[in-house]
């Protein structure tokens, strides 16, 4: 072409397209997710890239003026569901609605990872009418797999109607610590191929409803009875103890293809030589998962705000820490300001250093790859809820009927001197729980029982006068069914040994308090606290039915 005029409009429009968002990269391009992700990071300024590191949760029920802004300005990763925005499921998806709407309107159209827990059992943080279901442990008690790749599924099925794309679970930490409290019913059992058994079954059911699984709490909360809500624990085993407990869980499921995976605060000094936490940690995070056992998923941190965290230097400090250990997401729970602090000192990080710039900048493709994988086609979590299927679908009609069935199935027998209790034999009945359901289901096993209630809290310890209270109460009974829950319950339990001949316990969570009271002659494991689990322990009690689960924790006093 002899024209240089001609030349110059040629390249002149060439240079215009981008402006004119023609040929711009965009999420919903028709390229595969491997490459699109990598496009798309490339073309990212630094704040776009921190932005998609970034998942914050927000307080009430309606998206927050702070978290609006986070979508819109700063264009977060994405937002983490917590009880407190849960209260009323049609808000919440309209909630979901109103935050993807903003997100889509970024310069890529990159929708929000929409996350929560809900393990089933002890943790669900999206209540309402979602299912109450009889928990890991339950699942557990029965064995089967098919029970976890059920519950797996229905739990992911109502998330998806409430356009809720990413799950922090299955909890796949090994219970082999007995006053490992704040994991106990979350886990699946104390023997690591059984969990690992039961988690990937889980995971796929989950995967099945379109969910971005998220196993936790790498490499494992079950071997402390610390809560690293509350501090950092320590875990003093070395490197085969964990390849041999605590990783199993993790080397099966990253096989199969698990997308996403949970950092703990938790701290193992025989294998990193520090007591920094796993979440901050390079060796176990990069060397260990990463290289090791060759995952290339998603490493999300667990919440940031975390004692267990906190404790390891500043909040904006130990966030991008977590990011060079080898994590792709910070998880920021509640404070908007810790969050913009996080972001500044990345972003100043980044200006200094290109070896930082690079670390971030492949911790957000992964995150985009993740979302091109699970976020768009016809089988993605829909963006926007529908509050028809709201009302319609949550609870699962279909998921009901399998945790009631399930529910048998789980309960186990411990010990059963005079089992079945039947209800014509029983005498005059006592029920003794901090669960109105357990009071109120058994009061239609057994017509004209009468309650003693006392509060669920404090969790750790009992109330003298509850004791004193409940002996002499006890003293006009033939039979007293009691409900333990926590280590509350336990220590009221403990106390009423002089009364062992006409006491039958109805375990609910961990049955493992009793193995310290070895005395109880009659005892049944339900590990769930809902209705169901409720309901099929009395039913096993008074002999509708003989328990088959088993215990999957050891209850042996030696």
């Known amino acids: 072409m002899s024209n240089p005029r001609a030349v110059l409009l040629i390249l002149l429009c060439f240079w215009l397209l981008p402006c004119f968002g023609l040929g711009a990269l965009d999420f919903y391009d028709e390229a595969p997710a491997e490459e699109l992700s990598k496009s798309i990071a490339d073309a990212m300024s630094d704040e776009e890239l921190v932005g998609q590191l970034m998942l914050v949760g927000y307080f ?64 669900r943080h999206v209540k309402g009418d979602t299912s109450v279901t009889p928990g890991n442990l339950a699942i557990g008690a029965s064995g089967i797999a098919w029970d976890a790749y059920k519950t797996g599924y229905y739990i992911g099925k109502e998330l998806r109607v409430l356009g809720i794309n990413m799950n922090f679970a299955p909890t796949v930490d090994v219970y082999t610590n007995p006053k490992a409290d704040v994991i106990g019913p979350r886990a699946f059992s104390s023997d690591p191929v059984k969990t690992a058994q039961l988690s990937v079954a889980y995971f796929h059911g989950m995967q099945e409803a379109g969910i971005v699984c998220t196993a936790k709490h790498y490499p494992g909360h079950g071997a402390t009875d610390k809560d690293s809500h509350g501090t950092l624990p320590i875990i003093n085993a070395d490197f085969q103890t964990i390849w041999d407990r605590e990783l199993v869980p993790y080397r099966f499921l990253v096989k199969e293809g698990l997308p996403a995976i949970m950092s703990g605060h938790i701290a193992y000094p025989k294998i990193t030589g520090t007591d920094e936490p796993a979440s901050l940690s ?62 500044q000192h990345m972003l100043s ?53 399998f945790f009631l069935s399930q529910a048998h199935r789980s309960v186990s027998l411990i010990r059963g001197e005079a089992m079945p209790l039947q209800p014509q034999e029983a005498g005059k009945v006592l029920l003794v729980g901090q669960l109105n359901a357990f009071l109120s289901i058994g009061a239609t096993f057994f017509p004209g029982a009468d309650s003693f209630d006392y509060d669920y809290s404090p969790f750790f310890s009992a109330d003298p006068q509850v004791i004193k209270r409940l002996k002499q109460r006890m003293e006009n009974y033939d039979t007293v069914v009691f409900c333990i829950a926590n280590p509350n319950s336990a220590q009221v339990l403990e106390e009423l040994k002089g009364f062992a001949d006409r006491i039958y316990v109805i375990s609910v969570l961990t049955p493992i308090y009793l193995k310290d009271i070895p005395w109880v002659e009659n005892a049944l494991a339900v590990y769930g606290t809902g209705r169901q689990s409720i309901e099929a322990g009395f039913s096993a009690l008074t002999g509708a039915f003989q328990p088959t689960g088993i215990v999957p924790v050891s209850l042996n006093t030696q």
């Not at 917590?82 to 049609?90: E, I, K, S």
């Not at 690079?358 to 016809?378: D, H, Q």
């Open 60 to 123: 009430g029920e309606d998206p927050s003026k702070e978290i609006i802004e986070w979508v819109d300005r700063y264009e977060i990763g994405g937002i983490k569901i917590f009880g407190w925005n849960a209260g009323n499921l049609l808000k919440l998806g309209n909630a979901v609605s109103t935050l993807q709407h903003l997100s889509e309107e970024n310069r890529f159209s990159i929708p929000l990872f929409v996350a929560t827990d809900q393990e089933g059992g002890w943790v």
């Open 282 to 343: 390079k060796t176990l995070l990069t060397g260990l998962l990463r290289e090791k056992i060759g995952f290339q998923g998603l490493i999300i941190t667990d919440d940031m705000q975390m004692n267990g965290a906190a404790v390891y230097g500043g909040v904006p400090a130990a966030s991008l820490q977590a990011i060079l250990a080898g994590n792709d997401m910070i998880m920021v729970s509640r404070d908007t300001d810790t969050y913009r602090k996080i972001r």
């Open 349 to 401: 990080a980044m200006r200094q250093s290109p070896e930082t710039t690079a670390v971030v900048r492949e911790a957000a493709r992964r995150v985009i790859e993740t979302k091109l994988r699970y976020l768009r086609g016809k089988d993605a979590v829909p963006l926007h809820p529908d509050p028809r299927e709201i009302a319609e679908q949550i609870p699962d009609a279909d998921g009901s009927a």
